[in-house]
């Protein structure tokens, strides 16, 4: 039994391998990658920092030239696109099924070759949302120490499929952002994307009331305390005292829902505010910045 525990985790990395690369900037800070396309790596943000390029070294030894098209520290992910293309991508579609019990295999190639180490999904959890406001569709809790140099690198399961990429800052002691949510990350970095919307206030919750609560239908909204001369808010025309309680349909109760609103808009894009201005509400348009 033992004998063949081994043989499938190792099948496992072999299967995986070819797609897992080192991701090394000029201030000699190195991690680990993995493969999206033939000419694309994602990784840590983290791991790139503010680096525009960096260098990718392949399963086969050689290093090449990549240049960072986007990075989102709020879910700790960035792509690289990689000069000449060549690379083996990961087979990432589809969303394995994953348990609690089920043994899982972290990659890193922090220098030339495929490290590998062991875990075991300890709990599983619903939706959750980080600190910078990325919201993040469940929540894999992983027993086991990822070693450094692993952080951007693939979470896989027995079978070699890629459950997620790895992270050791979204939560204490390390996290994975589940696949699916790479997916859409890629698809925004890759086209230039990251920077989150942003409005030039300042707020702090506040209790609505019961009059104006059956108005807007929620209890609680951003009371707004400051407003950033020239920025997006003062162009749209808010003003001190006026209480946030949407964005675009989306209900605003807190600076998480704020936040993670704008983390979801992203930087110069048109939304809609609905807010609160004495007594009664009202829709502002506002471009974010």
Same mark, same amino acid.
């Given at each position: 039994?033992?004998?063949?525990?081994?043989?499938?985790?190792?099948?496992?990395?072999?299967?995986?391998s070819e797609s897992v690369v080192r991701v090394e900037t000029r201030h000699g800070r190195a991690g680990t990658?993995?493969?999206?396309?033939?000419?694309?790596?994602?990784?840590?943000?983290?791991?790139? *920092?503010?680096?525009?390029?960096? %260098?990718?070294?392949?399963?086969?030894?050689?290093?090449?030239?990549? %240049?960072? %098209?986007? !990075?989102?520290?709020?879910?700790?992910?960035?792509?690289? !696109? #990689?000069?000449?293309?060549?690379?083996?991508?990961?087979?990432?579609?589809?969303?394995?099924?994953?348990?609690?019990?089920?043994?899982?295999?972290?990659?890193?190639?922090?220098?030339?070759?495929?490290?590998?180490?062991? *875990?075991?999904?300890?709990?599983?959890?619903?939706?959750?949302?980080?600190?910078?406001?990325?919201?993040?569709?469940?929540?894999?809790?992983?027993?086991?120490?990822?070693?450094? *140099?692993?952080?951007?690198?693939?979470?896989? +399961?027995? +079978?070699?499929?890629?459950?997620?990429?790895?992270?050791? #800052?979204?939560?204490?002691?390390?996290?994975?952002?589940?696949?699916?949510?790479?997916?859409?990350?890629?698809?925004?970095?890759a086209r230039g994307g990251g920077r989150r919307g942003h409005l030039g206030v300042a707020a702090h919750p506040?209790?609505?009331?019961?009059?104006?609560?059956?108005?807007? &239908?929620?209890?609680?909204?951003?009371?707004?305390?400051?407003?950033?001369? *020239?920025?997006?808010?003062?162009?749209? &025309?808010?003003?001190? &005292?006026? #209480?946030?309680?949407?964005?675009?349909?989306?209900?605003?109760?807190?600076?998480? +829902?704020?936040?993670?609103?704008?983390?979801?808009?992203?930087?110069?894009?048109?939304?809609?505010?609905?807010?609160?201005?004495?007594?009664?509400?009202? +829709?502002?348009?506002?471009?974010?910045?």
């Open positions: 039994m033992a004998h063949v525990l081994s043989e499938a985790l190792a099948a496992a990395v072999k299967a995986a990658g993995l493969a999206w396309a033939a000419d694309l790596v994602v990784t840590n943000a983290r791991t790139v *920092g503010r680096s525009e390029s960096v %260098t990718i070294g392949l399963p086969d030894g050689r290093d090449v030239a990549g %240049t960072v %098209t986007g !990075r989102d520290f709020a879910i700790d992910l960035a792509v690289i !696109r #990689v000069e000449g293309g060549g690379l083996t991508p990961a087979a990432t579609d589809g969303d394995p099924a994953v348990e609690v019990g089920h043994i899982v295999v972290p990659l890193g190639r922090p220098g030339k070759t495929i490290r590998a180490a062991f *875990g075991l999904v300890a709990a599983l959890g619903p939706g959750w949302r980080t600190h910078g406001g990325a919201e993040i569709s469940r929540h894999i809790d992983v027993d086991g120490s990822l070693p450094p *140099g692993f952080p951007g690198g693939p979470l896989v +399961d027995l +079978d070699g499929k890629i459950l997620g990429i790895n992270s050791r #800052v979204l939560l204490r002691g390390g996290g994975t952002v589940p696949i699916a949510d790479v997916r859409k990350a890629v698809e925004r970095l506040v209790d609505l009331g019961d009059a104006i609560a059956a108005k807007v &239908g929620q209890n609680t909204g951003l009371l707004v305390v400051s407003v950033e001369a *020239g920025g997006p808010a003062d162009k749209a &025309g808010l003003l001190l &005292g006026d #209480v946030i309680v949407g964005v675009d349909g989306a209900t605003v109760g807190s600076l998480e +829902d704020l936040v993670g609103k704008l983390h979801s808009l992203g930087a110069g894009k048109d939304a809609s505010l609905r807010i609160v201005r004495a007594g009664e509400p009202k +829709d502002v348009a506002v471009k974010t910045g």
